[in-house]
């Protein structure tokens, strides 16, 4: 969690890893839920300016004294062309932009690649959707589990580098309030259930978006897998 990590980090390593795994394999998947990380992968970025590390720092503390809405302030001002279509509730992905601007002085929506880049391979996409109540009722179990795994013993263990950027995220912050006395464990653990669902909803708008995407119920497995398959004849 110290380590500086980003889309276009993740990029690079990823299309490393893809060009390894070709010289073996005929078909890959790639899993994941990060619409900004597949969309760096797939479509790409100019390369981003160096941002130091007391930017950085500058930015992530500004944000822990004067909350959210300063932060979506600040990025509007400086970037109305990233700050609009993306997640505003996703303070990670802000302070990155914010970061940038400071550091550079150019708004990070500028560094985006303005045409989508060539691929060696050829892409299918494969969208799974649950009905939203199936979803949720996921979400809430799945964060039990983690409850009931050690959640709040790791974030406790991690309270005193809550500044790092790795760590502005769903599932520490609302630990990190409740050590501080903003409120209870009870009301810890239903914002913690509330945010990640709404954080999924964000994720759903975001490949709904995308029309490349195409959708299934995660049992129609038959369905899907014909489906790659008449796609890749036809590739």
């Given at each position: ?5 980003n889309?276009?980090a993740?990029?690079?390593l990823?299309?490393e ?9 005929d ?13 760096a992968?797939?479509?790409g970025?100019?390369e981003m ?20 809405e300063w932060?979506?302030k600040?990025?509007m001002e400086?970037?109305?062309?990233f700050y609009y279509?993306?997640?505003k ?5 802000l302070?990155?932009a914010l970061e940038?601007f400071?550091?550079s ?10 045409s989508?880049?060539s691929l060696?391979f050829?892409v299918?996409?494969?969208?799974l959707?649950l009905?939203?109540?199936a979803?949720?009722?996921?979400i809430?179990?799945r964060?039990?589990?983690?409850i ?6 790791e974030?406790?263990s991690?309270y005193p ?10 599932g ?6 409740f050590?501080?006395?903003?409120h209870?464990?009870e ?12 954080y999924?909803k964000?994720?759903f708008?975001?490949?709904?978006n ?10 129609d497995?038959g369905n899907?897998?014909n ?9």
């Amino acid at each position: 969690i110290h380590d500086d990590f980003n889309a276009g980090a993740f990029a690079l390593l990823a299309e490393e890893l893809i060009h390894q795994l070709f010289k073996t394999k005929d078909f890959l998947v790639l899993c994941g839920g990060s619409g900004l990380y597949i969309k760096a992968l797939l479509n790409g970025f100019d390369e981003m300016p160096d941002v130091p590390k007391e930017t950085r720092q500058s930015v992530i503390t500004e944000y822990g004294e004067k909350g959210l809405e300063w932060l979506q302030k600040a990025v509007m001002e400086a970037d109305p062309e990233f700050y609009y279509p993306s997640d505003k509730l996703n303070p990670q992905r802000l302070i990155r932009a914010l970061e940038v601007f400071r550091a550079s002085g150019k708004p990070f929506s500028s560094f985006k690649s303005a045409s989508k880049k060539s691929l060696p391979f050829h892409v299918i996409k494969i969208g799974l959707e649950l009905d939203r109540p199936a979803l949720y009722a996921r979400i809430d179990k799945r964060m039990d589990d983690m409850i009931a795994s050690g959640l709040f013993d790791e974030a406790d263990s991690l309270y005193p580098l809550r500044h790092l950027n790795a760590l502005q995220t769903v599932g520490y912050q609302e630990i990190f309030d409740f050590i501080d006395g903003k409120h209870g464990r009870e009301e810890a653990i239903r914002l913690l259930k509330r945010n990640s669902r709404r954080y999924a909803k964000r994720q759903f708008t975001w490949f709904k978006n995308d029309k490349e995407i195409n959708w299934f119920h995660p049992d129609d497995f038959g369905n899907v897998v014909n489906f790659i398959l008449e796609k890749s004849a036809i590739l």
